[in-house]
């Protein structure tokens, strides 16, 4: 086969036998050059129109065509996926360690300071009589940090020396420890331990 030799093969040779060679040029030979007019002459250029263009454009639709879609056959492809492995990597949580001390009344209730504990995933009040007689307390609860109604130990006695121990059984944003009933030479350090 015969090997033709072209003309003019340098770069420039070539480019100057092109008509209209600049980028300006070659641009203002080309119909509807603007994005608007590019996108006019595009069949279903909205949205809208695309979505509807697309198979299977629904979450439900597209959900279907997932292998193992439904959380359980998501989740035993999850290394560590039982509360015991995921409970391990919650071993550093932030705790609250709060302590009190207050003076039980032989004839009227002493609150202790009324604690927020709806955001603790546990939450435990003691009592420590640390006086030389006994005291009274128990664990109270509010959903509004004023009306509080007893929880359901109900009043326990706290004998000198002794730690007494209140978790609440019902779930509400306040509760506190109240003492009373004593004579004034008890002592009553309250606790309260938490962890978020």
């Known amino acids: ?53 697309v198979s299977n454009s629904t979450a439900g639709c597209l959900l279907s065509t997932v292998n193992n879609s439904t959380a359980g056959s998501l989740l035993t492809s999850v290394s560590n996926s039982t509360a015991a492995c995921l409970l391990e990597t919650l071993a550093d949580r932030a705790t609250v360690d709060v302590t009190e001390t207050i003076v039980p009344d032989a004839t009227a209730s002493v609150n202790a300071t009324t604690r927020t504990v709806l955001s603790y995933s546990g939450t435990t009040f003691a009592a420590y009589a640390t006086g030389a007689n006994n005291a009274l307390a128990k664990l109270q609860i509010s959903v509004n940090g004023t009306n509080f109604a007893d929880d359901v130990d109900g009043t326990k006695t706290v004998t000198t020396g002794s730690v007494v121990f209140f978790v609440p059984a019902t779930l509400t944003k306040y509760a506190r420890l109240v003492t009373g009933g004593a004579t004034t030479t008890a002592t009553l350090q309250v606790t309260l331990q938490a962890q978020v």
């Open 1 to 53: 086969m015969p090997n033709f030799r072209v003309f003019n093969d340098t770069a420039s040779a070539l480019l100057s036998q092109v008509s209209n060679p600049t980028a300006g040029c070659l641009l203002s030979s080309v119909s509807n050059t603007t994005a608007g007019c590019l996108l006019s002459t595009v069949n279903n250029s909205t949205a809208g129109s695309l979505l509807s263009a």
